[in-house]
């Protein structure tokens, strides 16, 4: 069964960091491009990170570029988001999230979800 | 950017009807559309795909439509488990970008 489980939330006051861990299981990471998308309090999904299979392409959202670094341990069958200089506007559920490709090539995204994990910056 | 615009924001609908939601893409986006549905507290869930391609697992009372900028969600039957957000994405280009959801009530 494939599970994403993302931990390492929590409080922190503005300015300070944290580091999200994404540990995949039922599946070899190592063979999936893999997202980060947040979900502000009662508000909608945003994608603010992706890294290639092979790390060899990563992107950010204009809103966390410079703060936030995306990385993975293939070894150890992990994602991470460094979160560094943390907002309030930074408060948000923050998913995980793989994608595949289906039998005729064509990428499927977002196919498997963590299942989010709270971070909320505040003094 | 592509900016995704989703219509209804809201709508209520009762058992058993045919629900229709519309996502408009700001620029050609091909097929790259995907849909998700979120239930509260919940993780999204992925239904379709390159527009019109059903994830596997998904009952096939979802369905979706359309090309370059405009698209469409169809719920055929709805039933109590689909009251939720449902949200389109376009994936054709970097930043990615989600609409803003439809919440389905009941009425």
């Known amino acids: 069964e494939v599970q994403l489980v993302v931990s390492g939330g929590g409080l922190v006051q503005p300015g300070g960091s944290l580091r999200l861990s994404c540990a995949a299981s039922?599946?070899?990471?190592?063979?999936?491009?893999m997202k980060w998308v947040r979900q502000a309090p009662g508000k909608g999904l945003e994608w603010i990170s992706y890294?290639?299979?092979?790390?060899?392409?990563?992107y950010y959202a204009d809103s966390v570029k410079g703060r936030f670094t995306i990385s993975r341990d293939n070894a150890k069958n992990s994602l991470f988001l460094q979160m560094n200089s943390l907002r309030a506007e930074d408060t948000a559920v923050y998913y995980c999230?793989?994608?595949?490709?289906?039998?005729?090539?064509?990428?499927?995204?977002?196919?498997?979800w963590g299942q989010g994990i709270p971070v909320t910056v505040s003094s | 950017d592509i900016q995704m615009t989703q219509s209804p924001s809201s709508l209520s609908a009762s058992v058993g009807d045919r629900v229709t939601i519309t996502c408009r893409a700001s620029?050609?986006?091909?097929?790259?559309l995907a849909w998700f549905q979120q239930k509260p507290g919940k993780a999204p869930r992925s239904l379709i795909y390159?527009?019109?391609s059903l994830q596997s697992g998904v009952p096939s009372k979802f369905s979706g439509s359309g090309s370059g900028t405009d698209f469409t969600l169809t719920i055929s039957s709805l039933q109590p488990e689909d009251f939720a957000t449902y949200y389109c994405?376009?994936?054709?280009?970097?930043?990615?970008?989600f609409g803003g959801g439809t919440r389905v009530e009941i009425k």
């Open positions: 994405q376009q994936y054709k280009s970097y930043p990615l970008t």
């Open positions: 039922g599946f070899t990471l190592s063979s999936y491009d």
């Open positions: 890294i290639s299979s092979s790390r060899s392409t990563i």
């Open positions: 999230a793989r994608d595949d490709f289906d039998s005729r090539g064509r990428r499927v995204p977002f196919d498997y």
């Open positions: 620029q050609d986006i091909s097929n790259y």
């Open positions: 390159f527009s019109s």
